[in-house]
Nanobody, 120 residues
Framework: QVQLVESGGGLVQPGGSLRLSCAAS????????MSWYRQAPGKERELVAA????????NSVDSMKGRFTISIDNAKNTVYLQMNSLKPEDTAVYYC?????????????WGQGTQVTVSS
């Protein structure tokens, strides 16, 4: 059974930091690209950052570059999102995603999401 379990969300003041974790099980972790997405109220889900098992990573949105860092621990089947200098506009539900494409077939899994609220 595939599971992606996020943790680490919560309420933080502007300028603060949080570290999100996503523990994966039920699939071959090293064969998947892992990503973090977020969805704010009334907005579409957007890609935050992605990383491969080899460590190659991207940050999707310029406003997050330099503040958010994605990392991976293959031994623990866990992907992290370190978020620094948080802003109120970072408030959203953050989702972990695992994605693999084999030919035309896409295998994708989602976690249940973890709420991040940035407010004073």
């Amino acid at each position: 059974q595939v599971q992606l379990v996020e943790s680490g969300g919560g309420l933080v003041q502007p300028g603060g930091s949080l570290r999100l974790s996503c523990a994966a099980s039920g699939f071959t972790f090293s064969r998947y690209a892992m990503s973090w997405y977020r969805q704010a109220p009334g907005k579409e889900r957007e890609l935050v950052a992605a990383i491969t098992s080899a460590g190659g990573s991207i940050n999707s949105v310029d406003s997050m570059k330099g503040r958010f860092t994605i990392s991976i621990d293959n031994a623990k089947n866990t992907v992290y999102l370190q978020m620094n200098s948080l802003k109120p506009e970072d408030t959203a539900v953050y989702y972990c995603n695992a994605d693999r494409r084999v030919g035309v077939t896409v295998y994708t899994y989602w976690g249940q999401g973890t709420q991040v609220t940035v407010s004073s």
